[in-house]
Each structure stands twice: as structure tokens, then as C-alpha cells.
């Protein structure tokens, strides 16, 4: 095993091999930090490129894209509470409330450590689960998939503290949005009026762009002023104890490298649960709840952890059995495809050093690019200090033209304006948009699943108990939901006491 | 200036103007190809067709007589539709060409408003065909078709498929109701290698889909495959349609074919046809094809407009089976 190991590192200790790993690290970087391109579209584009070269230097360029997309799209989660990549929304939610109080970079340095953490322990844990990948796949089936977006749905709503009717309603909103479009279950169109752009459905990527870039520039131009509230705050000199933040909240970190790996793994799922769900549970688990959304620095360490570990684990189903983890992954593929790599159970065995290489190759680019975030802290952090006249157009029309590069679509730019218009008005009334997002994710995978779970056992519920995961996954479930409730229980068991002692006045 | 003289000038110039109106000689005439061609996917990167254009891309360009590159151009969406009317409305100059699932496009046309018309595009060859084969979890009880048919008496088989729009989903009808196994579908997967999965996992009992993608999960000990679609097997263990005594199991096919916009002309086709058939027989393709189980079976122009006829003429045979809902 260790020999295995070492001959990846060995094969990528290679001038070649290193210098397109930084090449992809740098491309990883730019692309993962405009929002709307992202690790799939710089994956794409290079695809073309990699043609004349080995295959263990496209892997090296892919796994350096991959390994640093998540720092890139965190630079932008926190400066500008745009996310360059979904996953990054969680960050925007105590990431921007801390820059706009000038500690912008004290988050970006939290941010990269954890990023650099969460990467080493997701590739630590990626390598230990390799061997017993084809297996642990396996357990993972429509009925699992189904609760596990319940799991999303449910931890998402309970975070939306004292918002929990407007959660739903927003969170309802997401599940309807995510309907519309060709089924495939039952073969319907639903929703899509003729409109031909509607039939795969509400496109994720446009809708975050509008709901996180686009509303939040409308709302900067409403309010005026700069991002940072005050000039004189804005202290990009706390970087390294940014880093060190990280190091201070080691339950924080572990957590989401965890979760990262754990919801990595699942195919389907993707960055996006992993990153919420990982900031969902660091919530709960604090004692201070209220002080996420505000500026936690927690709230950046948990599901920046989760981003970098998912990327190693998502690697797993994508090479044991070809089933991307992702859209990055899906690329990924036909970049392997091309080099005659076949994914499968047989490439776990015969191509060992090929996987290994990658692994290693995905790690130190994310260790890189937080090194190279840290250094481009300071000038990125003016944009924090720049008038919304200026900013706000500059990041409107790049978010619309990022939204548009995905595929040529026009739709997409509609999209990203109607979901722009919808998210201000969120933003304005105080309605929480991270449901939203996660409905849109979850929602077609819970009905899909449903259905098939339904024709797997003939339209009994007995499946959900009978099989050991999904029980697990029900009992979850039941403790999330409950857990508010026995807080709020043991909290007046423990006050009636008190209250007992109290003089009669 | 005096009349005459001024006539004579008015005249000449008039002359030599409707002279260089005048249709211009061949060798102002385009030498095609005189510009990039784009060869449009209607899939994004990364999948089977993807691969397949990607790979001979490189080879095409050198068998063009000028200069040129061949783009790979994803335009996924609508399940290959928004790719075919790209394609369906394209200038005829041979600088917009792609690439179709046949019959699963076929079956998008079929949907009502698809804006294209497949009869009426140019054909111009084929770059490859995939058989359907059935298989089994490696774990599952069963390992003969006539233990499928055993089951299929006491409950209907589960089969794992994509939707209705899928060509799966109409190959396992079709495959069943030839075996004579009544069928039940798990809907819903959303590509071949989810729900080839899903019967690895044991969602189902059995999964229909093309060869190359179950050689490659039985290499891994993951599936068991126990017949193939086709007149001679080419999997050691698995019966074939002859055996099974069905031929028309072996019409049951995944065609790659390409084609360009209606009105292409003659000598553009040629051309494209041409380059199309020696990139397919280059060395660096062949090592490609071997190396990613992909099968090269080029055809003619007018080979492939057969085909595509034949594919829909199968698929409007089995269409009331298909639409009774099962």
C-alpha cells in the first residue's frame, strides 16, 4: 500500500509534471474565483489542450485545476458575497458579514488555512477508503439518496433560527422551482410553458450567480457606500492570525472535513450539501448560535473544510465506477476517456499509481493556491473599499456574462436576472435564500429517488428500515428534528430550579 | 465635355461594371474547406459522444485538403434537440456539421416541437454502432435468460432504465417483449453508467444497455453479462440473438451518425465523408478505439441515410407497443 502511495508522489515529482500542476493551479484559481465559470468550464476548456499530453501530466493539470477552484471562489464568497462556485455560498454567510466589518482578511486567512486543512485530511481519508471504495459505493442507493436529501432539506430549515416559516416558504419556493422540466421518472414536461430552454429545468449555477452576486450588487447600490462599511477597519494586516484562527477551532475543522468527505463520496449530491450541511451542523453544535450570519469566523472554517475534503472523496465514485461525483467530475472523465483511462473497477486495480498521483496532485494545489490566496490578500482586499457606483456595474456584468459562458445559453442570463431581482427582494424583507439554494440542489434528487425507491419495493415504506443505511439516515433525521425541541426542554428543566429558589416578592 | 465623348465614357464605364458583376470565374470560387468547421456534440464534456468526436478531430484535419481545424462544440440540452436544430438551421457551406444518437434522437423529434427534421438533414457517414446487451448484478441468483423467464412468471423482472426519452428505455422494452419477459421499469436514472449502477447495487434484477459500457463494470467483477443483441456473441458466456432465436434483437442498436444541414451539396459531403472515413482507419484512432472499447464502423453517405431510415422505421414498428404505456 505504502509503495503505492509513494509511487504517485514519485510520478509527480517531475519537473513536467509539477510546472502544469501549477499552471492548472493558477487556472483553478482565476476560474474558481469569477463566478459562473468554476472547475467545470476551466476543466472543458482544457480538455482540448491535454490531447497531446501523457496521461499522468493531464492529470496533474486537472488535479491542480480541481485543488484550487474552491480558494478562488472563497476570495469572491467573502469580498464580495458573490461565490465563485456553489459550495462557496455557505461561505458568503459569515464571510461577508466580516468583510464588510474590514476584517476581510482575517477571513480570507481562515478561509485558506481551512481550505488546506480540510484538503489534507479529505485526501487522508481518501486514501484510507480506496480499497474498500467499490463496496462502500454500493450501500448508497435510491432509497439512501432520498433521505440524505431530506437530511439536507431538514438541517437547512432547523438553521434557519427564528426564520422558520419564511425558511419554508423560501425552501418551498426552491422544491417548486426545482419541478419544472423534463422528469424522468414519468417522462412528463412539467412547468416549462413551450419554452424550450425549460426542459432541463432551472439551471443551478445561474440561479446562484443571481441570488448571491446580482441581488447583493443591487442591494450595494440601494444602500451605497462601499463594502466595508468603514475604510479605516479594514485591517488586512490579521491574515496570519486568520490562519491561525483555524488552529483554534479544531472540532470546527474536523467536522467539515468530514462531512466534506462523507457527502463528497455520494455521487449526485456535490459540493453544495456538503459545504451547507457542514456549516448547518458547526451551528448546532455551537454555543452561541446567534452569532453565525453576523460574522462567526467559524461559519468560513466549516464549510471551506468541507469544499477541499469533498474534492478528494468525490474522486471515488468517479473512478470506481465512472459516476461523477459532480460537474467537475463528469468533465473529468472525458478527460480520462481521452487518454484511455476507463473508469471502473478495473482502473482501481491496474491504474493505482495514475490514482494515487492524482490524489497527491489535488492536495498540494490546494495547499498552493491558499499560499497564493494568502499573498494575493492584501490588494484583493481594496475591492472591499470600492465605491458601489463602480463595483456594482463591473460585478453585474460579469456575473451575467459568467452566466452566459456556461453553455451559450441566453436563458441562463435571464435566469440570473430574475433570480438577481428575487434574491434582492429576499435580501430586502429578510428572507433567507440558503434554502433556496439547497431545495434546488436537493429537490429533483428527493423525487427522483422517492419514485424509484417506490418501484424498487412495489410502493412499500418497509425499505426505508430494512436496509441499514437508510435506518441510520432515518434516525438522523429524527434526532435533527428533534434536537431544537429537547434544547429548548432541557433548557427550562434546567431553569424551573432556579426559579424555584427565588424569594416570593 | 461634348455629347458623344460623354456617351462613350457613361457607356464604357457601365460596361465594365456589369463586366465585374458578372459571375466570376472558378478560381475565385471558395476551395472548400476555407474555413474552421465545427463539429457539434449534443452532449457535454466528458461523455461517450464527446469522446468519440474529440478523438477523431485531430485525424479529420489532416485529411482535409486545406488547411483548417475541426472543432469539437458541445451545445447539450433538451436531450440532443437544441444540438440537431443547431445543425437543422446551419448555413449550408459545410462549416457546421455534428454528430446524432440514432434513434434516440429520433425520439426527441417525435416529442412535438422539436424544429428539426432528421429525413431532411444531409447525411454524411457514421462513426460508429453499439448492441445492447442484458446483464446481472455479480451477485445476483440469476444466470441464464431462462431463469429471467422462471422469475418473470412469478412477478414481472425489474429492469433499471433511464425515462422515456432514453434509448434504453425503449431497447429494454423491446428486448423484453422479443425474450418474452414480462417487464417492469425503475425509471428515472440519469445516465448509463446510474442505472447500470443501480443493478449492480440490486435496485433491479437485470439492466439493458450498450455493450461496451457492461464489458467494462464485468471487467471489474461487478456484472455479470448473459446475453448480447447480437447475431454472433462477442462475449465468451453470453448467448446471442441467433441462439436465443431472435434476430430482431440484434436491431436493436445505438447508431453514431453524422450529418450536416440540409442542401449540403454533393461535393462538400464527399469531402467531409472522405476525410471522415481515413481519420477513422489512422493508426492514433484505432489505438484510441482499442484502448477505450470504442467501436469504428464508418459508412457511406448514402449508407448512412439508409440506416437512419431503417432505425426509424424500427422504432414506428414497436411505437404503439412503446406508447401503451408499460
Redesign the interface.
Known sequence: MLHVWLSGIESLLQLRELMFLALGMAIGLVFGAIPGLGGSTA??LL??LT?GLEPFTALALSGGVMGAVPMGGSITAILLNAPGTAPNAATCIDGYPLAQQGKAGLAIGAAASANSLGGIIGTISVLAVLPIA?EL??LF??PEFFLLAILGLVVVATTSRGKMLRGLITGGFGLMVAFIG??????DVRFTY?V??L??GVRLVPALIGLFAVAEMINLMVKGGTVARDAGTVKITRMMSGVMETFRHPATVLRGSIVGTVVGAI??VGGVVASFLSYSLTVQASKDPDSFGKGNIEGVIAPEAAINAKDGSALIPTLA????GGAEM??????L??H?L?P???M??QNQTEIYGLVWALTASCILASCVGLLLVRPLAMVTLVDSEILAPVVICIALVGSFAI???IGNVVITAVFGILGYLMLRFDYPRLTVVVALVLGGTAE??F??TM??NNGGWSIFVDRWVSALLLAAIVILLGSPALRMLVHRLRARPIAAEKPQT | MPDVQRRCLLVSLGMSGAALMLPQPAFAAAIYPDKNISFVIPDGPGGGFDSYVRAITPAMQKYLSQKVTVVPTNVPGAGGARAANEIFRARPDGATIGIFNVPGIYIQQERGNAGFDLEKLTWIGRLGVDHYGLAVGENSPIKSIDDLKALAKQRPVKFTSTGPAGTAYNATLIAAHLLGIRAQLITGYKGSRDYVMGAVRGDGDAVVTAIPTLRRMAAGKTLRIIATFEEHGSVPGATDATALGQPELASITLQRLVAGPPGLSADITATLADAMTKALAAPEVEAWAKKADAGLAPESPEQAAATLKEQIAFYNKWKPYLKAGH
Open positions: 476543466l472543458a480538455m482540448p490531447y467499490k459505493v454500493l442507493g435510491p423534463y422528469n424522468n421518472v414519468s417522462g413551450g424550450e430552454y426542459w432541463d455521487p449526485g465506477f465512472g459516476i461523477p463528469a468533465v473529468f472523465l472525458g478527460i476517456v481521452l484511455g476507463q471502473g473497477p478495473l482501481l486495480i453553455d451559450g445559453q427522483r429517488s419514485h424509484q418501484m424498487m
